[in-house]
Nanobody
Framework: QLHLVESGGGLVQPGGSLRLSCAAT????????VAWFRQAPGKEREGVSS???????????YYKESVKGRFTISRDNAKNTVYLQMNNLAPEDTGVYYC????WGSGTWTQAEYDFWGQGTQVTVSS
């Protein structure tokens, strides 16, 4: 059974940076697509970035248009962890960020495809 734990959220000023971590236990994340979703106050949860399961050598990465060039998703297989580096943060990036995993997934943002979810970590961007 895969278990996910997010960390790294916090309060940051506009223009600042945070790195979120999604640490997995139970099995290797290499076989899973991992996505970061966020839920802003009063809004639906939305996909922000994702990385596909391995094709044998690589993982594909995807980004919501509004975060392209600012967010970077990456994997550390040795630590069984997926990261979301967030730079040049803006107030509209505020929300609870969740990581989720989908066995042999392609990295879509269809939430129903993700069977494993973390508890979420709060990101607040405010001056």
């Amino acid at each position: 059974q895969l278990h996910l734990v997010e960390s790294g959220g916090g309060l940051v000023q506009p223009g600042g940076s945070l790195r979120l971590s999604c640490a997995a236990t139970g099995t290797t994340l290499d076989y899973y697509a991992v996505a970061w979703f966020r839920q802003a106050p009063g809004k639906e949860r939305e996909g922000v970035s994702s990385t596909s399961s391995t094709d044998g050598t690589t993982h594909k990465s995807y980004y919501k248009e509004s975060v392209k060039g600012r967010f970077t998703i990456s994997r550390d297989n040795a630590k069984n962890t997926v990261y979301l580096q967030m730079n040049n943060l803006a107030p509209e990036d505020t929300g609870v960020y969740y990581c989720a995993a989908d066995l042999w997934g392609s990295g879509t943002w269809t939430q129903a495809e993700y069977d494993f979810w973390g508890q979420g970590t709060q990101v607040t961007v405010s001056s």
